[in-house]
């Protein structure tokens, strides 16, 4: 079974996944931001995406603590298999700093150069 963590941004929950069935796909059309290639879910709907999903075989964690998703490298390296694999991405000064989707993108960021951000720009 594939897992999907997911994440609460401001007033949204947020996931990134790529759903290879395009009937689950047209399910949750309306939840996706094609400009940030992630699913977007308001807070009222959470339980019905949640339920779509489960039933489509997909296991959800809810990540309540970002800062073990969360690296960052500077503005002028190399990002883009770090960028694919990110929920979220946001510049501050010459850094970018990033929301992983899991663990293991994360560990795979860290392996190309990214280091832990330790503050709390996502929370």
Same mark, same amino acid.
């Given at each position: 079974?594939?897992?999907?963590?997911?994440?609460?941004?401001?007033?949204?929950?947020?996931?990134?996944?790529?759903?290879?069935?395009?009937? &689950?796909?047209?399910?949750?059309?309306?939840?996706?931001? /094609?400009?940030?290639?992630? @699913?977007?879910?308001?807070?009222? =709907?959470?339980?019905?995406?949640q339920d779509i999903l489960q039933a489509a075989g997909y296991d959800i964690t809810m990540i309540?603590?970002?800062?073990?998703?969360?690296?960052?490298?500077?503005?002028?390296?190399?990002?883009?298999?770090? &960028?694919?694999?990110?929920?979220?991405?946001?510049?501050? /000064?010459?850094?970018?700093? @990033?929301?992983?989707?899991?663990? =293991?993108?994360?560990?795979?960021?860290?392996?190309?150069?990214?280091?832990?951000?330790?503050?709390?720009?996502?929370?």
């Amino acid at each position: 079974m594939a897992g999907i963590n997911i994440f609460k941004l401001k007033n949204d929950y947020v996931f990134k996944q790529y759903l290879g069935d395009p009937g &689950l796909f047209k399910q949750l059309g309306d939840y996706y931001n /094609g400009a940030q290639y992630r @699913f977007e879910i308001p807070e009222a =709907e959470l339980d019905k995406v949640q339920d779509i999903l489960q039933a489509a075989g997909y296991d959800i964690t809810m990540i309540d603590n970002l800062k073990e998703f969360v690296v960052t490298i500077g503005r002028f390296q190399k990002h883009k298999d770090i &960028l694919k694999n990110s929920v979220d991405v946001q510049e501050v /000064g010459d850094d970018k700093i @990033f929301l992983m989707k899991d663990q =293991e993108s994360v560990e795979m960021a860290l392996s190309m150069g990214a280091t832990k951000y330790e503050g709390d720009l996502f929370s």
